[in-house]
């Protein structure tokens, strides 16, 4: 699909001008089917089924995974779970849902089992939301030639596994999420229930398959795919997760040029959102879909409303900061280029030609940026970066130059100055050199005279200066273990899970304010889960706000912890105290290039 983008951006960088790219839909490298959404830790994650390229049929033999703060900038996550994960299967990478119990991530997906040639669901599972995804069970969890997985934890902890073309079942999930208890059960598919359908005596009510259920404010939805084909979006409600069922209309009619479509529905962040697919890029259709998101309100008897398809997507929440390491990665569109797994175990931008182009929406340059910071790699002889502004053409920033690095996973740090790059903008990072493949991007960093970090001392070069220890421990700079520069900061003889480097904040933060914090740690001896927190203590009480989720640590590599939090106080703040913790255990730490902004 690559050659397709390329070419109609080439034509169109050619004859017109510049255009504001829309931001639906949300992936532009690979084509995406069958979205499926998941709130964790205040990033909203996207599920996705993979059609492969010139598909004339549901081709599709891997799941990917991208994720959001902002609902404007998309991050890939690669692929964490394909068909080579469950030895059974043996085609058909259908369309999963993803739930998490208990700090576990459960994807439970529809795929050909080899040895029955019927349709069944399995269960990968991971640690994280972002896997790797190993086969839970071995088997399938239940067969019965029928797809589209969707799980529903009630509110009492039940857990319910619905599924179903042509016809709607359930079956209780036991705690372990990878058992059942009683027989997968038949939900009657009445008029009242589903619609009436003309003309097709086998399939009487509206319903067809992808039932997403969730509940919402005590009410029991079912949103689903109707009428095969073209399909549209109608949904159902109950008054609980079993029915009785009554149908309450169409959400997204027919449209897009995919004969399926298939929703997904959150809220994230005081907004709700309604996630389809469509064939809407170049060389898209039935069988090459693309995953797209749009911004919804519920009525206030909990009506869905009409919902149609655009270009634009929902608006950005926020700006993008860019004075933190970016992955590059991270784009609201993605012109041209392919992702690709760096050696490192991260993604990159790759197969980078003369005029490609990434789009970052709403970049908050603040009083301005003074110089910019890539890391990028070449197997050929390198190529540039042109930092453009508001558009592909737009007002050139700076110009940032690579040679050759003598391999595409060979990396270098680049830099280059930048000018007039102020307020809040969207960002092209354009490639340009000569003809074939320039350059891989792994990261960037815009820096400015004063780029607002709160922390000081953040990547540990004047030693232990400015760090403190929360609770336990002894601080020392390490010259062995660094991310960057010649130092990181070490700790060691935590007594308590809690115990780690801090700094205190009081009088540096602003009540109300939402900060994004940066860290980057590694570990000492195990692979504790860690978290960066802040404790806000007024005159009556002590809160702790957490800034970035927790994440496993190792001792193998660095992990970026990062997240975006709001901090509020009510009356005189006494002491803000930013600390790094983890979950459980004791395990010394490292810790470089920190930052709160
Ligand atoms: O992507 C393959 C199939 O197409 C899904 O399982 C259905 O829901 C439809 O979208």
């Known amino acids: 699909m690559r050659a397709a983008v390329a070419a109609v951006a080439a034509v169109l960088a050619t004859f ?60 890939d996550h690669g692929s964490p779970m394909s068909l080579a994960t469950f030895s059974w299967a043996s085609a058909d990478a259908w369309a999963g849902h ?42 399938p ?97 109950a008054p609980g997760p079993t029915g009785p069922w009554t149908y309450r209309g169409t959400i997204m009619p027919r449209q897009g040029g995919s004969f399926t479509n298939h929703a997904g529905v959150v809220d ?32 206030s008897d909990g009506t869905i409303p009409a919902i149609t ?50 789009k970052i929406k709403g970049v908050g340059f603040g009083t301005g940026a003074t110089s910019f910071q890539a890391r990028v790699a070449s197997g ?20 940032c130059t690579t040679g050759g690095t003598g391999g595409w996973q060979n990396w270098t740090t680049i830099t280059c100055p930048i000018t007039g790059a102020t307020g809040t903008q969207d960002l092209y990072l354009r490639f340009a050199g000569g003809t074939g493949y320039l350059l891989n991007l792994d990261w960037w960093q815009f820096s400015a005279s004063g780029d607002g970090n709160l922390l000081v001392n953040s990547g540990a070069e004047n030693g232990t200066d400015g760090w403190q220890v929360f609770g336990a421990g002894s601080l020392s700079a390490s010259t062995s273990v660094v991310r960057s520069g010649t130092r990181s900061l070490a700790i060691s003889g935590r007594t308590a899970a809690w115990n780690g480097p801090a700094q205190d904040l009081t009088g540096r933060l602003t009540n109300g304010a939402t900060y994004r914090t940066n860290m980057w740690v590694r570990s000492q001896s195990g692979t504790p889960s860690a ?12 809160g702790y706000v957490q800034l970035t989720p927790a994440t496993t640590v190792s001792t193998g590599g660095w992990t970026l912890l990062t997240g975006s ?21 004791t395990d010394g730490l490292y810790l470089d290039d920190a930052s709160l902004q």
Not at 144 to 159: M, Y
Not at 187 to 193: D, K, R, V
Not at 330 to 354: F, K
Not at 531 to 542: D, G, M, P
Request: glycine share 12%.
């Open 531 to 542: 978290k960066v927190t802040l404790a806000v203590t007024t005159a009556t009480t002590t």
């Open 141 to 237: 969890l239940v067969e019965n030639g029928e797809i589209d997985p969707n799980v529903l934890i009630d509110d009492n902890g039940q857990a319910y596994l619905y599924w179903g073309n042509p016809n709607l079942w359930y079956v209780r999930l036991n705690t372990d999420m990878i058992s059942y208890s009683g027989s997968p059960t038949q939900i009657p598919l009445t008029t009242a229930g589903y619609g009436t359908r003309t003309g097709n005596p086998n399939r009487p009510t509206l319903y067809e398959e992808a039932p997403w259920v969730f509940k919402r404010n005590g009410l029991y939805y079912n949103v689903f795919a109707a009428e095969c084909c073209s399909e549209y979006i109608a949904y159902s409600t």
């Open 309 to 358: 398809m655009t270009t634009a997507g929902p608006p950005q929440a926020g700006t993008l900061n860019p004075y933190v390491r970016q992955e590059a990665e991270t784009t609201a569109w993605a012109a041209g280029v392919e992702t690709e797994p760096t050696s490192g175990g991260g993604i990159t931008i790759a197969n980078t030609d003369n005029g490609d182009y990434l």
């Open 380 to 399: 050929t002889s390198g190529g540039r970066i042109e930092i453009r502004l508001g558009s592909p053409t737009g007002t050139l920033a700076g110009t």
């Open 268 to 299: 994230f962040n005081g907004g709700s959102y309604f996630f389809y697919h469509n064939g809407a890029l170049p060389g898209g259709g039935g069988f090459t879909r693309s995953v797209a998101v749009e911004r919804f309100t519920y009525g």
């Open 16 to 75: 017109l001008p510049a255009p504001a790219r829309a931001d639906n839909p949300i992936v532009q490298t690979v084509y995406t089917a069958d979205p499926a959404p998941l709130v964790h830790n205040g990033r909203l994650y996207v599920y996705t089924g993979h059609d492969e390229d010139g598909s004339t049929y549901f081709t599709m033999r891997d799941w990917r995974v991208y994720s959001t703060t902002d609902m404007a900038n998309w991050t």
């Open 98 to 139: 993803v739930t998490e119990r208990n700090g576990r991530f459960y994807w439970y997906v529809p795929v050909k089992n080899r040895a029955t040639g019927r349709m069944a669901i399995g269960v990968g599972v991971s640690s994280s939301p972002t896997g790797p995804f190993t086969d839970a069970i071995g088997r």
């Open 565 to 585: 939090a709001t901090v509020a106080w009510t009356g005189a703040l006494s002491r803000a105290a930013l600390y790094v913790e983890t979950t459980a255990g």
